[in-house]
């Protein structure tokens, strides 16, 4: 029962209630009146170039002015380092404080997944936390000691472009010395606090704990991880182009709604939206008054939060002391148990076979249980993300199979070693990983936490014959608390497909438990106790494994028609035929992925293609002109001028015959003087192959291009011009999709796409 509590206390009392039925004094943050900007900007999907876009945009425009506030917006073109071009129009506002105008910026990013997300939660919560939240700061009436700007950036979604603007051109940037961010990938849970910085973070977790955050939800492990992976927040953007400290709060449970058609008001948690105001709240107080200026720091803490809203740090010098000290201790309790005759040395090095056998069997089997849930159930790979809705029952019974495996084992070798000796291995594994997180990933170094209580688990086996149990229980509470929400929030993170690293966790810290368990006569009890109710969420998952209007399907269709060779196709990327598009692609329309290559989050390819009715689309005027001869260069220079004849959305520009670009510009921007340099110049040879360029449209305009090459290269393009209007053609006359299926995210979906070879002319 006690460990039913631990587990209990580890995912409870970090997050607020949602009050949304009381009434809310207007001088403090109120959930319901923030649900209510949320339902007002998730109406549709609100992508650039979308009409519900400038609505949403007016809409926040509108509600700054009602706070009193002078709002502006900055537009310009941005030619970003992954070949994307936008025209994005952020929102501004600044309250002015006392000080000498070093200021705070709230940031947040207004447009929507393109082609079909209402973006409730990515980002309209953030929206909405930020406009409540300085509502509820100005009805205080007090002055701010520091500026605060307020940043409602576009284009977000295909780019972080609207931040990329505001770092370089807007005169408000060089004021900003620290940034709050608020993002979603997901549409419920615990929002995370992590960090970005160009220095160590020290001064970032010491304020962050000074303002008294009422929930904090974080740790330096996940600090660690965020700092090596390709970060792609607008936050990031601050931190590298204008070496601004900042915080990002994003909560990621649900992640099967994030950039869909399910991402509406409906399925964003209410808690969740309460819990980014319970940071924001303390946080704008705080830093509206700090010095700004002394947030850089030399040095790095490893930090980490508890039930109860407790918030520990302490310095990574104390790194290796604390595992010199754990190691000591460690070796002293091996030879104090020796000498008193309650360690055994053969027990000992027999104590790390069921260790390993629990370890690699748990790791193995969940990997090919998940790998065969993927052959019977062949419709989660529909699923992008790569977890699927019935996702969480998935991770609850691989706890259960990896538990039911590690009881099972330690019964086979438990009349074979003594209590005290099998737990020697489990504590060595522990020292090691503990080595080895102090060397390549200090953040983790809390992990030495647990083992602490276990040696003093240890120290009480070799004292006591029969250990107190709630003693033990109690010992292990760190282990819990500390490591089981990450155990938990792992695959949603990181997909389904890290299950097996789930249960070598688990196998883990199952590892700290053995001071009780390892007294226990029927552990082959707890073995078939845990087998059974991994069978029972078995048959649950498979329950919830169908698609269902509660759960729908994705699925895809767009039309494509070739001007160069007169022809038109329907294609998808769906894997499984569906009831809906089955009508589209007879049996054996299968496509080994021509056209393919539209760039994707997930790099999906089409798989599925037939052919499609001939129908009437407006062709954009297209003009590539060879211009004067560089003497100077005996370079040739070209004008590409594309002028859309119709309200398309997305623009894509690959080059055939791998030309090599001495200059680039477009619409009057340099691909040098948006530092991309060798890596926009040769980027048909890596990430983005032969693409040279992909704009999405929030008119048109003419999309002007100007290069030089070579004498000796001749340049083709093909050109993908493409409009998320295929339910709008009137002549495709298309059915709706049922209930039960919505548009596949992440992929170019939903379109009418006209394809064109560009040469010149002889």
């Not at 001064?203 to 970060?231: G, H, T």
Request: with cysteine; hydrophobic share 45%.
């Amino acid at each position: 029962m006690l460990i039913f509590v631990a587990v209990w206390l580890s995912f409870n009392f970090d997050a607020p209630q949602a009050r949304l039925s009381e009434e809310i004094p207007l001088d403090q943050f109120s959930t319901s009146r923030a649900f209510q900007h949320v339902e007002a900007i998730a109406e549709q999907p609100h992508y650039v170039g979308s009409r519900e876009h400038p609505k949403v945009r007016n809409y926040i425009v509108q509600e700054l002015q009602k706070m009193g506030l002078e709002v502006q917006t900055q537009e310009d073109y941005f030619l970003n380092s992954g070949a994307i071009l936008s025209k994005p129009q952020n929102i501004l506002a600044r309250i002015q404080g006392s000080g000498n105008g070093e200021a705070l910026v709230l940031m947040t990013h207004y447009d929507s997944a393109t082609h079909s997300s209402p973006g409730a939660s990515d980002a309209g919560s953030g929206v909405a936390t930020i406009l409540e939240s300085i509502r509820a700061f100005r009805e205080k009436e007090t002055q701010p000691k520091n500026d605060i700007i307020l940043l409602f950036t576009d284009a977000e979604e295909i780019g972080l472009i609207g931040a990329e603007i505001f770092v370089k051109d807007h005169p408000w940037a060089k004021d900003v010395l620290l940034a709050l961010n608020f993002e979603a990938r997901g549409s419920g849970g615990k929002p995370f606090m992590l960090l970005e910085t160009n220095g160590k973070n020290a001064k970032l977790i010491e304020a962050f704990a000074d303002a008294n955050v009422e929930y904090p939800v974080s740790n330096s492990l996940a600090y660690s991880i965020y700092k090596m992976l390709p970060n792609d927040t607008d936050l990031t953007v601050l931190r590298e182009k204008g070496n601004i400290n900042g915080y990002n709060f994003a909560f990621i449970d649900d992640h099967f709604d994030y950039h869909t058609a399910n991402d509406t008001p409906k399925n964003l948690d209410a808690e969740t939206l309460a819990h980014q105001g319970s940071y924001l709240m303390p946080l704008l107080a705080y830093f509206s008054e700090a010095d700004l200026k002394n947030l850089s720091s030399d040095r790095d803490l490893i930090y980490f939060n508890l039930p109860f809203g407790e918030f520990v740090k302490y310095p990574f010098d104390w790194i290796l002391p604390m595992l010199i000290v754990a190691m000591g201790i460690f070796l002293i309790l091996i030879i104090y148990g020796i000498r008193r005759d309650r360690l055994d040395i053969t027990e000992i090095f027999k104590g790390f076979l069921p260790m390993l056998i629990s370890i690699g069997l748990s790791g193995f089997l969940s990997w090919a249980f998940w790998q065969f849930c993927l052959f019977i159930y062949p419709e989660y790979s529909e699923m992008e993300h790569g977890f699927t809705y019935n996702g969480y029952w998935y991770i609850a019974l691989i706890i259960f199979l990896s538990l039911s495996i590690s009881f099972i084992t330690y019964h086979w070798f438990r009349k074979r070693s003594h209590k005290a000796s099998i737990f020697i291995a489990p504590l060595a594994l522990w020292l090691m990983i503990c080595t080895l997180v102090a060397i390549y990933l200090k953040g983790a170094a809390y992990f030495i936490i647990p083992v602490f209580f276990g040696l003093l688990q240890l120290f009480v086996m070799v004292r006591q014959k029969r250990p107190n149990r709630i003693l033990m229980v109690l010992l292990s509470f760190p282990t819990i608390i500390l490591l089981l929400p990450f155990i938990w929030s792992l695959p949603v993170a990181l997909g389904l497909e890290t299950l097996f690293i789930t249960a070598i966790l688990v196998s883990l810290v199952f590892m700290f438990l053995l001071p009780l368990f390892g007294y226990f006569r029927k552990l082959k009890s707890f073995a078939v106790l845990c087998f059974l109710i991994f069978n029972i969420l078995l048959f649950t998952a498979h329950y919830y494994s169908d698609f269902s209007s509660e759960r729908p399907k994705p699925n895809s269709l767009v039309y494509l028609k070739d001007l160069d060779q007169q022809t038109n196709f329907w294609y998808s990327y769906d894997g499984m035929e569906d009831s809906w598009t089955s009508s589209y692609f007879p049996e054996g329309t299968e496509n080994s992925g021509t056209e393919s290559n539209f760039s994707s989050k997930y790099g999906s390819n089409f798989r599925r293609k037939s052919s499609a009715p001939e129908v009437d689309i407006p062709e954009p005027a297209i003009r590539l002109e060879e211009l004067e001869t560089d003497t100077l260069t005996n370079l040739k220079s070209y004008s590409l001028k594309i002028a859309p004849n119709r309200d398309m959305n997305r623009l894509e520009l690959y080059e055939t015959r791998d030309v090599d670009f001495k200059e680039f510009r477009v619409n009057d921007l340099t691909a040098e003087d948006e530092q991309l340099g060798e890596q926009y110049f040769n980027m048909h040879t890596q990430r983005w192959k032969e693409r040279i360029l992909t704009y999405y449209a929030s008119n048109r305009d003419t999309l002007r291009i100007e290069f030089a090459i070579a004498p000796e290269d001749e340049p083709e393009f093909v050109l993908y011009e493409s409009a998320y209007d295929l339910f709008e053609n009137e002549e495709l006359k298309l059915e709706k999709r049922p209930k039960d299926m919505i548009p596949r995210p992440f992929v170019l979906n939903d379109a009418t796409i006209l394809k064109k070879t560009i040469r010149i002319k002889e």
